[in-house]
């Protein structure tokens, strides 16, 4: 079944303490992102990759970093996680160009505290 | 700086009613249009994507226009069920501001409630 998987989907953790969340797609797509959705503000975009080891910050990259050193593979890193970084977020992927579907993961819901 | 709007926020409908959701951008120089739905505390689910270069696209009981020109895409639901209650997302799809990449941008959704 194609899907995009994003671990864990849930998650509590203290201001400070680094973690990564895992994002992996199975449709050998060469796009991927990452979306924080909050209450009022909708979906936003954080960080995209066109390709293996290419990535570019979408609108609010501050507080995370990413890397795709594989193709399937999109980890979100969050160094020094802030309780302003409390979000729902969402791995996406697709085929790069004009007419292709985007695909979403089922979410991470992360508490910082 | 694409903005999307969604109209109306919530929405309440007797089951088995057909409704409209209303989506507008203010940039037409877009690629494509993806409708998506919400289930609370889950992802999003793809329902629709019409190209630029479409009018209309049908699934079902869904039946989603794009008007480029104006900036705007509908998501007609006939018979609506319970089942369908849900929030609904559009999201156009434009060139991001990175060379040769591209970027959704959502809209804040109309959270659907269909009362049996």
């Known amino acids: 079944e194609a899907q995009v998987t994003q671990n864990p989907r849930y998650l509590i953790t203290v201001t400070g303490k680094k973690l990564t969340v895992t994002c992996s797609q199975n449709m050998n797509h060469e796009y991927m992102s990452w979306y924080r959705q909050d209450p009022g503000l909708g979906l936003r975009q954080i960080y995209y990759?066109?390709?293996?080891?290419?990535?570019d910050k979408g609108d609010v990259p501050e507080g995370y970093k990413v890397s795709r050193k594989e193709k399937r593979n999109f980890p979100l890193i969050l160094e020094s996680p802030s309780p302003n970084q409390t979000s729902l977020y969402f791995c996406?992927?697709?085929?790069?160009?004009?007419?292709?579907?985007?695909?979403f993961g089922q979410g991470t819901r992360l508490t910082v505290v | 700086k694409q903005e999307v709007t969604q109209i109306p926020a919530a929405l309440s409908v007797p089951e088995g009613e057909n409704l409209v959701l209303n989506c507008s951008f203010t940039?037409?120089?877009?690629?494509?249009l993806q409708w998506f739905r919400q289930d609370p505390g889950k992802g999003l689910t793809s329902l629709l994507l019409i190209q630029s270069s479409q009018r209309e696209q049908t699934s079902g009981r869904l039946n989603a226009s794009l008007d480029k020109s104006s900036g705007r895409s509908t998501l007609y639901i006939a018979a609506s069920q319970p089942g369908d209650s849900a929030t609904y997302l559009c999201?156009?799809?434009?060139?991001?501001?990175?060379?040769?990449?591209?970027?959704?941008?959502f809209g804040k959704g109309t959270k659907l409630s269909v009362i049996p």
């Open positions: 990759s066109m390709n293996v080891e290419v990535t």
């Open positions: 996406a992927s697709s085929y790069v160009g004009m007419n292709t579907e985007a695909f």
């Open positions: 940039d037409s120089a877009i690629y494509n």
């Open positions: 999201a156009p799809l434009e060139h991001g501001s990175g060379a040769g990449s591209y970027q959704l941008t």
